[in-house]
């Protein structure tokens, strides 16, 4: 029997022969084993945020799931739609794309260290309208990726207010930290990996945001690194995950912790995931105990020449205070 031709629309270094593999085989253990989900993993509901308990998920954690969220479910769904189609063109049409479409690392130009095995596309909020990417898929996916992040901004508005509360920030620094409509959509697709590859879906990082919010399919893969180990975070229908990025845990001091997380891709399974960054104004000056004053326009240009520079992001310790300050 002649075997499946590669998928036209993976890159052209996603294309591993046992792209159409179905059968999953015997697990093994490897360098991308966790352990089990842990059960302690907090779910808030967002319909009766308590204070105590997002302080708590925000100190241990960095991230917790969101239930009671309000975004509808027909509004994701057709989402998912519209970017299942937009992944599906061909390499070609989607490369021509660039900077919108990134294969590799979400860095795009900016190429990594390691190769993650990871593609998507990239639509920052504030220029959707600019998108270098024409033709009804992408209107369809361009329309909806806008609804779809006004219920994101309603959110991340909610969760960041009750922070403020509990960090006791003034008026104009919770105002300032977060620009909740001008943030990043991310639409992220893992193809299969061939079993002989060792390249995770995405390698180890923390985000630079405030927050970030995830949508992801039923497939799972998302790891995080908690107290040393690296643990499994099952999907669970209905809900959101929640996590805290570089700029929430200088805008806390540290008492809030910005979450380590990789993505462990299938051998068998695509996986696909919708993720919205929230960011702070960027000339906005971050005033912390532990970091030296910086506006998030600074992080962003010194992630972008670390990442020039060595392949990898080197983050917050950039900006931190030595311990004779």
């Not at 308990?53 to 954690?61: I, K, S, V």
């Not at 806008?146 to 009750?162: P, S, V």
């Not at 845990?249 to 696909?272: C, G, L, M, N, W």
């Amino acid at each position: 029997m002649a075997s499946a031709s590669p998928d036209p629309s993976y890159p052209p270094l996603f294309r591993g022969p046992n792209n159409h593999r179905v059968t999953p085989p015997t697990p093994r253990r490897g360098p991308t084993t966790a352990h089990e989900p842990s059960s302690e993993l907090p779910v808030l509901d967002l319909e009766n945020l308590g204070p105590a308990q997002l302080a708590g998920a925000c100190a241990e954690w960095g991230l917790f799931r969101a239930a009671n969220h309000g975004v509808p479910a027909a509004l994701a769904a057709e989402l998912r739609r519209a970017a299942a189609a937009l992944l599906a063109l061909p390499f070609e049409a989607k490369d021509a794309a660039a900077p919108a479409y990134f294969w590799g690392s979400p860095a795009g130009p900016i190429r990594v260290k390691n190769l993650n095995w990871v593609e998507g596309f990239h639509v920052s909020l504030a220029r959707c309208g600019d998108a270098a990417i024409s033709g009804r898929e992408f209107s369809l996916f361009r329309d909806l990726v806008n609804q779809y992040c006004k219920h994101m901004a309603r959110i991340a508005r909610t969760i960041f207010d009750a922070m403020a509360i509990d960090l006791k920030l003034t008026g104009d620094q919770s105002s300032s930290y977060l620009s909740e409509h001008d943030g990043t959509f991310r639409v992220y697709r893992y193809p299969r990996r061939p079993e002989n590859c060792d390249n995770l879906g995405m390698e180890a990082h923390t985000d630079s945001s405030v927050l970030s919010i995830l949508n992801e399919d039923d497939v799972g893969g998302l790891q995080i690194l908690h107290r040393g180990e690296w643990l499994d975070v099952k999907p669970i229908a209905d809900t959101l995950i929640v996590n805290l990025g570089d700029m929430m845990q200088a805008i806390s001091s540290d008492r809030y912790k910005s979450v380590e997380h990789r993505v462990v891709a299938s051998p068998f399974t695509e996986r696909k995931s919708l993720c919205y960054f929230a960011f702070p104004v960027e000339d906005s000056v971050i005033i912390s105990s532990k970091y030296k004053p910086f506006t998030y326009r600074e992080f962003k240009a010194q992630v972008e020449e670390d990442i020039k520079a060595t392949g990898a992001k080197v983050g917050l310790s950039r900006f931190r205070l030595s311990a004779s300050n």
